[in-house]
T-cell receptor, first 115, second 116 residues
């Protein structure tokens, strides 16, 4: 079955420190990978995606993610966290192939950046 | 550019009652999605439309949920009768359709349903 795992319910980090939010996936073929962020009472916002090419992709608000095919992982990273980064982060995959396109989401990781 | 519009933002009903949610996607977006997000979980796809046709409704509980997109623009999701476990945020999203997976879905702010 196709699935996405975010092993940490919450990640705590001090402002200015680097952060990592983990994601692993189980999807056949070469899926497309995404990160979305959700602020309180707001819809999900696209952060970044990996389709092909360089394993390190850069996205909005200084975030980046590293694709590792052998480990089937797509961890979200940021060199220096801000308090305003505190939000709920979702990893998602889109299986390639076929005529339909959809996103399969992980359960989410709450990021808390303390001042 | 206007975003994805959803209404109502909040709805409280008793079990066995019915409810309907409305979504207006971004202009020009051919693909529309309804996701269900239960507290503490990631969004789960309920139904996907391409223009006014259904592409995927494999996870839609068809005995109580229905959705339509008659003119290929706005869409309505209905629940009848509602159960306690339907309490969730219902997210509408839209995207361009280019014939290839581009990845970016644009989400509305969601409609929060509480079933008592």
């Amino acid at each position: 079955a196709q699935s996405v795992a975010q092993p940490e319910d919450q990640v705590n980090v001090a402002e200015g420190n680097p952060l990592t939010v983990k994601c692993t996936y189980s999807v056949s073929g070469n899926p497309y990978l995404f990160w979305y962020v959700q602020y309180p009472n707001r819809g999900l916002q696209f952060l970044l995606k990996y389709i092909t090419g360089d394993n390190l992709v850069k996205g909005s608000y200084g975030f980046e993610a590293e694709f590792n095919k052998s480990q089937t992982s797509f961890h979200l990273k940021k060199p220096s966290a801000l308090v305003s980064d505190s939000a709920l982060y979702f990893c998602a995959v889109s299986p390639t192939g076929g005529s339909s396109y959809k996103l399969i989401f992980g359960s989410g990781t709450r990021l808390l950046v303390r001042p | 550019e206007a975003g994805v519009a959803q209404s109502p933002r909040y709805k409280i009903i008793e079990k066995r009652q019915s409810v309907a949610f409305w979504c207006n996607p971004i202009s020009g977006h051919a693909t529309l999605y309804w996701y269900q997000q239960i507290l503490g979980q990631g969004p789960k796809l309920l139904i996907q439309f391409q223009n006014n046709g259904v592409v995927d409704d494999s996870q839609l509980p068809k005995d109580r949920f229905s959705a339509e997109r008659l003119k290929g623009v706005d869409s309505t999701l209905k629940i009848q009768p509602a159960k306690l476990e339907d309490s969730a945020v219902y997210l509408c999203a839209s995207s361009f359709w280019t014939g290839a997976n581009t990845g970016e879905l644009f989400f509305g702010e969601g409609s929060r349903l509480t079933v008592l």
